[in-house]
């Protein structure tokens, strides 16, 4: 169990290295670059040539990307070369705006998607059929899609909610609860559906093994059995997909945040790609792949607490 | 092809034979610990033991699926290893014990008996036409009791009892030399069970095949077996005929076999009953295998020296072999099965 | 697994099997209209770059039947022609999937060893990359290239694909058809070609299906971002973009682009889980179909002569049918059997006779496809058929437990030894933690098992099969029951311990005087330890009598069959009494004597009529007419 924690951990430091080298390398084949998009279509070559100079966007992209990891072992990852803001303080002020998005779409889509689908399970009927429907429309509807619907019912014609933009959680707890209401609803959807679809199909495997039939001829009573043994042994399936829900989720946000217009992580990256900004898609890049590796890792623990034979060998 | 051979050149030979099996990157499981055995030519030997016992890894290294540590197998005088991939299909079929997955469902079953006529014929260049194999195939399932329109369809379309006609019958169709049954009619149920037994002896008094005969089941074995070899953790604990073994075990294991297996006899089954608890003993922890009988933890007449000797196979009082220290002090035998009154349709012999 | 399920049904193609189903027609059907705009050129009404100023924002009419857009262009025009871009990037997606995936994920799973775990590693290392980046990364760098992202997309998805074809190619794989193909001398390749991509065929398509659909999703989310072709170029995702801009005014533009995309993506993942239906051998034993609870408690039996002398469990004229796609089939055809305290009655028969589902049903515990659908069960004056669900629940383990055939399934993987029987202890009386575990300790010494604290520490992965059937037994005892019902006990077990658990048995049943109903095919069992048997052949009990009466001269021509049949009864090296045929399963059974076509003494009225159980005395009964036949043979 340590040994698999300890063998993510290990595994996580090349694999940063190699997304932060895929994104350097790809960029340095890039035909335009962040000095056209500074000095528009109508610059002089000597211009241009001037600010690439300044930028070191003439150095060998091999040499920029020794600089950048050298700084990035200091925690500095470089500064924007657009806005001459430093990444990591960027980074900074926007990952609470994404977190906000991401953490609670992650718990309500485990909360929500493990609760539906082992009552539809469980119950079957008319509930089972009620999920399996939601889950196939929850799987075809796009998010950002969902996202406009649910702007236009609940901000355009009801006017509950806002439309768009963020509010800090220590400015206005009430302010901060409303401006994510809607995007964490269309951005969880799609979790909460693979989420109950994977509860339903696991349980429903479970009810029919051998030692559920053992336990209740036994006399252990339907509460305990459904509680304690079904659950848990349904579970192992249901992390793995709330795992991919989760990844999911990384990519899903970065189309919210833009319909929303919230200033975090996805819609700094949207606009670094437009830009041409390579430190700052860096940035981003490192955070999203931390949040990877830490939710396997979370994922990974939750194998060795729900299977024994993980633990014990 | 049965005259050809004498019982000195005995068709298909095992010696010790160690198979080890890996177990994460530096441990590994013995799972079989210097096995001989000898198939003679046209004769049905029976390989018997529990589960555990080395008895399927034995057929895997006789067929080439299993990592050899060390020893020998050869067949008909050439080893193995000098056989080949392309020349072992023709000299050793097997049957398989799963009837539903020894045949390919997505294939016909013409495809599949015809197999190893085209998987011949690419490594020998022996090229028959299709009308030819069409017509061997539908020989061989006239042989093995099906009809001719079975060529035609899906393994679903069958039952288990049929579908292990076929893999028989893809077993049979390269005329091989020895015929490999790994449990091949422990899955079926009894009145299935009876008809495989039937074709299987058939098929080898007509076509004069060896038979290596794997199975736990030892009322199978001793009906189809002329000799009987015991395996027990990987190491052989008695050989010899047949009837010899099963009516006078000279192995404190090959007793404990024998009296556990019930019998469909009332009276017979009491004595039976009888016997086995006279010899069991309460359950202990199995003791590593090393320098010991791999049975002493359960043997009611062990000694120290059965603790700190392997006993090695030895010519038994009464004939065949034993691996046991003390063979010449076990009780005497008195076999159960003639002794007690005869009863309903049972053995007469 | 005795319930009848076994698919005669003809095997055909993929295709066509998809296309058998409603599911299938349809969703091919539109998966084919939207590969129409690929010809957008010809069919689409006008220019969807032509503006109209004078009609902006209209809704649906006969000159643009979806209306048009903020600019005044047809929006069916715009839907075809980014339909047309979507179905490009879509196949692009596919092909660098597939390309990646089906190689890598064969390979990996037929070959195996180090290659296998090389190509894991990197899937693992493939899957944390958080794709978004990449795909931004690519975009700008290939000038918003649509197929560039999705050549990437697929190929950087594909480790999940790999996964699921490596899964299926390892199950394959150990498949004995496999070993016999490598032991003719097949080449690896031809073995993949022949035995192993048929099999995975399935789930490709599945994956592949799958797999269109979420690339549909990041297609047109990239698009929606405007990452794609810059304006005025048509795609779906733009024109959700743009209709966006007019949410206020004309909210009717959402609903022909998301629509499309919604139905797309529907239509694929729709398609996905038909194949997977259709390909898929349903696993579980009800094959996902079950009974309508309501319909489970069967109408009030006519009331048999009231029964003379009161036995422990009473079965009569039980009926019990599972709902298979096939259809309602019938597999228990009115059983009966009395078993009293002390007695152990042996349930014998071939697989198909409907032994087990009997045990089951006497439990109510039947799979959720199945029910009783006539007859009563009375145990100890209770009628078990009717009763609730609480009433059940109350008898289970206290009155009436079970063990059954595989050891280790039947305990709970996840729950150490000890802690499962504490709660099974704890489940029948009230009790302290404490005072559990000393019971616990107590009966795991009953059943003889070996160093009890150590093995309650254990989880059943870590103990042999004997062990497992020990601690079943320990848990069955645990409420001190009067039946104990075993479902072939031992029959996965070895022969020197199937002795020990039968001893175990047999004194267990000598000191609390239970009865047991033991479920096995194996005569020499029944010889063993029970008093009594039932044999049961096709869904009926053909015969029932003390044990000492079957073996002394039996009086239903199956039973001496099925005995004539074992390898005991024949001399050595000749040919064993074998009974021609095979059981036939529910549905394809015989009017009148349901053995009729396999029995050595049928005659012509043997199938005038359904054969009832004839009492010839009062402990023995045969569902034979011709019984003085067998009375005569020696």
């Not at chain 3, 399935?202 to 994956?207: A, D, E, L, N, S």
């Not at chain 3, 422990?312 to 089939?329: I, K, M, N, W, Y």
Request: neutral net charge; proline residues 6%; glycine residues 8%.
């Amino acid at each position: 169990m340590l040994r698999l924690i300890g063998h993510r951990i290990a595994m996580s430091i090349p694999l940063l290295l190699i997304v932060s080298l895929i994104v350097f390398a790809l960029e340095a084949l890039v035909p335009g670059d962040a000095a056209r998009t500074i000095l528009g279509e109508n610059a002089t070559a000597q211009s241009l040539a001037a600010l690439r100079d300044q930028l070191g966007l003439n150095d060998p992209w091999t040499v920029r990307y020794g600089d950048w990891l050298a700084g990035a072992f200091h925690g500095d990852l470089g500064t924007s070369i657009i806005s001459g803001v430093d990444v990591s303080s960027s980074l900074s002020t926007r990952l609470g705006v994404t977190l906000s998005l991401l953490i609670p779409s992650m718990l309500l889509s485990a909360v929500a998607g493990i609760a539906l689908g082992f009552a539809s399970a469980v119950r079957g009927g008319v509930l089972g059929r009620f999920i399996d429907v939601v889950s196939l429309l929850g799987f075809a509807l796009p998010g950002f899609w969902v996202a406009l619907i649910l702007v236009a019912f609940f901000a355009v014609q009801l006017d509950l909610l806002p439309a768009t933009g963020y509010q800090e959680l220590t400015v206005s707890p009430g302010g901060w609860l409303k401006s994510i209401i809607l995007p964490v609803l269309a951005l969880s959807l799609h979790g909460i559906t693979a989420v109950a679809k994977q509860t339903r199909d696991s349980v429903m495997e479970v009810l029919e093994a051998d030692y559920v039939k053992f336990l209740r001829a036994n006399g252990v009573s339907e509460r305990s059995v459904r509680y304690r043994h079904v659950l848990r042994n349904a579970a192992i399936p249901v992390v793995t997909s709330l795992g991919l829900v989760s990844v999911g989720m990384l990519g899903g946000a970065v189309f919210i945040e833009n319909v929303f217009v919230l200033p975090g992580l996805g819609s700094l990256a949207t606009q670094a790609t437009l830009d041409h900004d390579v430190p700052v898609i860096l940035g981003v890049g490192v955070f999203f792949t931390l949040s990877v590796i830490v939710i396997n890792l979370l994922i990974d623990i939750a194998y060795g607490l729900l299977n024994p034979k993980v633990r014990v060998s | 092809m049965k005259g050809a051979t004498t019982a000195d050149a005995a068709e298909l030979t095992v010696s010790d034979l160690v198979v080890d099996y890996p177990i994460g990157r530096r441990k590994h499981r013995r799972a079989v610990d210097g096995v001989s055995l000898r198939v003679p030519a046209g004769r049905a030997v029976g390989l018997v033991g529990e589960s555990g016992s080395g008895k399927s890894t034995v057929a895997k290294a006789v067929l080439g699926m299993a990592p050899v540590s060390a020893g020998q197998v050869a067949c008909g005088g050439t080893s193995l290893g000098d056989l080949g991939r392309s020349g072992r299909p023709q000299q050793i079929q097997v049957v398989f014990q799963d009837p539903y997955s020894s045949l390919d469902p997505t294939k016909t079953i013409g495809y599949t008996v015809q197999e190893p006529l085209r998987a011949h014929a690419d490594s020998t260049g022996a090229r028959l036409s299709a009308a030819e194999r069409e017509e061997r195939v539908r020989a061989m399932l006239a042989k093995v009791g099906l009809p001719a329109e079975a060529a035609d369809r899906y393994p679903a379309q069958f039952s288990g009892g049929q579908r292990q006609r076929i893999s028989i019958a893809r077993a049979l169709i390269l005329e091989p030399r020895l015929v490999i049954c790994d449990e091949a009619v422990s899955a079926l149920d009894l009145s299935i069970q009876a008809q495989i037994l039937n074709l299987l002896l058939e098929l080898q008094q007509d076509l004069g095949l060896s038979l290596l005969f794997i199975t736990h089941d030892l009322s199978v074995v001793n009906h189809i077996a002329e000799d009987l070899v015991v395996l027990f953790r990987g190491r052989v604990m008695e050989t010899g005929p047949a009837e010899r073994v099963y009516r006078q075990p000279q192995h404190p294991y090959t007793r404990q076999l024998v009296v556990s297996a019930p019998l469909p006899d009332l009276g017979r089954q009491r004595t039976r009953r009888e016997r086995r608890e006279a010899l069991a003993l309460p359950p202990a922890r199995q003791a590593p295998l090393g320098e010991s009988c791999p049975f002493a933890h359960r043997c009611p007449f062990a000694v120290d020296r059965c603790r700190t000797e392997r006993p090695v196979l030895r010519d038994a009082p009464l004939g065949g072999q034993v691996a046991c220290h003390r063979a010449e002090d076990l009780p005497p035998w008195t076999d159960d099965l003639t002794t007690s009154p005869e009863a309903t349709g049972s053995t007469a012999l | 697994m005795t319930t009848a399920t076994e698919s005669p049904a003809k095997k055909r193609g993929i295709v066509r099997s998809v296309l058998a189903t409603w599911r299938g027609r349809i969703t091919v059907g539109f998966l084919l209209l939207f590969v129409c705009c690929l010809a957008a050129p010809l069919l689409a009404p006008a220019d969807p770059l032509h503006q109209d100023l004078r009609h902006i924002l209209e809704l649906p009419s006969g000159s643009h039947w979806l209306g048009t857009d903020s600019l005044g262009r047809d929006v069916l025009s715009r839907l075809l022609y980014g339909g047309r871009s979507s179905i490009v990037g879509i196949l692009e997606g596919v092909a660098a999937h597939l390309v990646v995936a089906v190689p890598l994920g064969v390979a990996a799973g037929y070959l195996g060893g180090r290659f296998d775990r090389y190509a894991m590693r990197a899937a693992d290392i493939v899957m944390s990359v958080p794709t978004i980046v990449i795909l931004l990364a690519i975009l700008t760098i290939f000038n918003r290239s649509i197929a560039a992202a999705m050549i990437t997309l697929g190929a950087l998805g594909a480790s999940g694909m790999m996964r699921i074809v490596r899964g299926t190619a390892m199950t394959v794989r150990q498949e004995l058809y496999v070993s016999a193909a490598e032991l003719l001398g097949l080449s690896r390749t031809q073995i993949i070609f022949r035995h192993i991509l048929p099999r995975c065929r399935g789930v490709i398509i599945v994956q592949t299906s799958l797999f269109a659909a979420i690339a549909i999703g990041i297609q047109t989310g990239l698009t929606f971002l405007g990452l794609g072709p810059p304006p005025p170029a048509a795609t779906w995702g733009g024109m959700v973009n743009e209709a966006a801009t007019t949410l206020t005014t004309a909210p009717w533009l959402l609903v022909p682009a998301g629509g499309v995309i919604a139905l797309t993506v529907l239509a694929l993942g729709i398609l996905g889980d038909t194949v997977r239906d259709v390909t898929a051998q349903s696993h579980t034993s009800s094959g996902g179909l079950r009974v309508k609870p309501a319909k489970r408690r069967p109408e009030a039996p006519a009331p048999t002569a009231a029964p003379e002398r009161r036995a422990l469990l009473s079965v009569r004229d039980l009926s019990v049918s599972f709902l298979t796609p096939r259809g309602e089939a019938e597999v228990l055809t009115g059983v009966g059997f009395d078993l009293d305290a002390g007695q152990t009655l042996g349930l014998v028969g071939e697989s198909g006779s409907g032994k087990s589902v009997t045990a089951r049903a006497v439990l109510g515990l039947l799979e959720a496809n199945g029910r009783v659908t006539a007859g009563s069960v009375v145990f100890d004056g209770q009628e078990l058929t009717r009763a609730s669900r609480k009433e059940l629940a109350a008898l289970r383990g206290t009155r009436i437990a079970l063990i059954s055939q595989e050891p280790m399934v039947a305990l709970d993987p996840s729950f150490r030894i000890g802690a499962q029987l504490t709660e099974i202890v704890r489940s029948h009386t009230k009790m302290s933690r404490r005072d559990a575990r000393r019971r616990v300790l107590e009966l795991m010494e009953l059943v003889e098992l070996p160093d009890p604290e150590e093995m309650a520490r254990r989880y059943p992965f870590q103990i042999s099969g004997g062990m497992a059937q020990r601690v079943a037994i320990a848990a069955a005892l645990a409420g001190s029951p009067d039946l104990l019902i075993a479902d072939e006990p031992t029959t996965a077990l070895d022969v020197t311990v199937q002795a020990e658990i039968l001893a175990l048995l047999r004194r267990i049943q000598r000191e609390t005087g239970m009865a047991v109903l033991l479920v096995t095919h194996d005569w020499g069992v029944v010889a063993d330890i029970c008093t009594h048997v039932a044999v049961m052949y096709a869904g009926q009990v053909v015969e029932s009598a003390p044990v000492e009466q079957v073996f002394g001269a039996s009086v239903h021509p199956y039973t001496s069959a099925l005995m004539a049949a074992s390898p005991d009864s024949a001399a050595r090296r000749t040919p064993i009494d074998a009974i021609a045929g095979t059981v036939p399963p529910p549905g394809s059974r015989l009017d009148g004597c349901r053995f009729r076509d396999r029995c050595a003494l049928a005659a012509a009225d043997c199938a005038d009529k359904d054969i009832p159980l004839l009492q010839l005395t009062e402990e023995r009964a045969s569902r034979c007419i011709h019984t003085e036949l067998l009375q005569v043979r020696p």
